[in-house]
């Protein structure tokens, strides 16, 4: 079944670029503005360079054990025991992800264009198409993710090119003003929304694709990718919006296309940014609920994931609707907690690597002595 579910190298980029991309597109503005004004674009650059840190770390775990996910690695590396809570810990990160995920397309969807819908309904429809997509597998999946990255990258070229005539470069001045406390503050939170939830990939990567030694450069290439790519919608908001007017919108995103009126001809756009961030939002979620299905069916010794995709999946909703009783709670955790609360599940290969690295030295000293 393993051999099955291999997808290619340049499928696991496009497919990495999207997850990235997913929930911080259309909400990291807002948070960067609000901590650095008009040097929120400094904090989505210099936080590129702690994505690159981290794949750093990714990369070297992942060399050491290329044929495991990283609940295997666990129970390899710390005994079944310890291995089994930190499954545990890893499986609920993932649950947790893809069900506030939802949340977010419930709760957006609600305030800019179903005004009239309950919230629920529309997080159950989007659920049912997540589950379809975990059930089509891991290869339908990056096949499709390649052609929709080709349509993503399209559509907001059209977008960001149409914004053009609107920016003005002065909004961006005067550059570090905000001092480096604040900047490191805004880098970080930038890192825990589009890197941390990395750690989800580990049950893809490097088990699952048809060239492990070339994953790290895959890696490395959609760090830059989807940082310059959030770098610049994040300065040609400020530019269009202002930093004051990016600091208090929920999704500035969006109301930045709404900018765009070019002849009032090619105006009212923003539908398409909503279809880019519905796409990009899509894949993260069914990757982070890949993960913890098939993590779950490690576990209980399930052959295939897709016994439990319904069963596990009939919860999503319900837990999202629980840890997000309101507007208001999730931006005070988003913005307060998840950094912390990402941090702690996104650092757990620091933990592994050092025993990999033990284990290593000890299984070659022994191999030289059996010599």
């Not at 379809?132 to 990056?142: E, K, M, N």
């Not at 002065?170 to 905000?178: A, H, I």
């Not at 490395?220 to 989807?226: D, N």
Request: charged share 10%; aromatic share 12%; with cysteine.
């Amino acid at each position: 079944m393993d051999g099955q579910r291999k997808i290619s190298v340049y499928q696991f980029t496009v497919l990495t670029i999207l997850f990235s991309l997913g929930s911080t597109l259309l909400v990291i503005s807002s948070g960067l503005a609000d901590e650095l004004k008009q040097d929120a674009w400094l904090g989505a650059a210099l936080g590129t360079l702690g994505g690159l840190a981290l794949v750093a770390l990714y990369d070297a775990l992942a060399g050491r054990l290329p044929g495991m996910t990283l609940p295997e690695m666990s129970t390899h590396l710390l005994g079944r025991t310890a291995g089994r809570i930190f499954k545990l810990g890893y499986l609920f990160f993932n649950f947790y992800s893809a069900a506030a995920l939802i949340w977010y397309v419930g709760n957006f969807l609600t305030i800019n264009l179903f005004t009239e819908t309950p919230r629920p309904v529309l997080m159950i429809l989007y659920a049912a198409v997540m589950l379809y997509g975990t059930h089509l597998g891991l290869g339908t999946l990056a096949r499709s993710a390649e052609t929709s990255f080709l349509i993503f990258m399209l559509a907001l070229a059209v977008v960001m090119l149409s914004l053009l005539p609107e920016a003005r470069t002065g909004n961006l001045l005067p550059v570090l003003e905000s001092g480096p406390g604040p900047l490191a503050r805004a880098s970080f939170t930038f890192v825990s929304f589009a890197y941390f939830p990395w750690i989800s990939l580990l049950m893809i990567y490097p088990k699952h694709v048809t060239r492990p030694e070339a994953c790290g450069k895959a890696l490395y290439t959609a760090v830059l990718s989807s940082g310059a790519i959030l770098t610049a919608v994040t300065a040609l908001t400020v530019m269009v919006l202002g930093p004051d007017r990016t600091a208090i919108e929920a999704y500035p995103t969006y109301n930045l296309t709404m900018k765009i009126n070019i002849s009032h001809f090619f105006e009212r756009i923003e539908a398409l940014l909503v279809l880019l961030w519905l796409l990009a939002i899509f894949y993260q979620a069914v990757v982070s609920y890949y993960a913890a299905v098939t993590g779950l069916a490690q576990m209980v010794q399930v052959d295939d994931y897709r016994s439990l995709n319904l069963s596990a999946g009939l919860c999503l909703v319900p837990f999202a609707l629980l840890i997000y009783p309101n507007v208001g709670y999730e931006h005070v955790w988003d913005f307060k907690v998840w950094p912390l609360f990402s941090l702690t599940y996104a650092l757990w290969p620091a933990v592994l690597l050092p025993v990999a690295a033990i284990r290593g030295r000890r299984t070659n000293r022994h191999t030289k002595n059996g010599r």
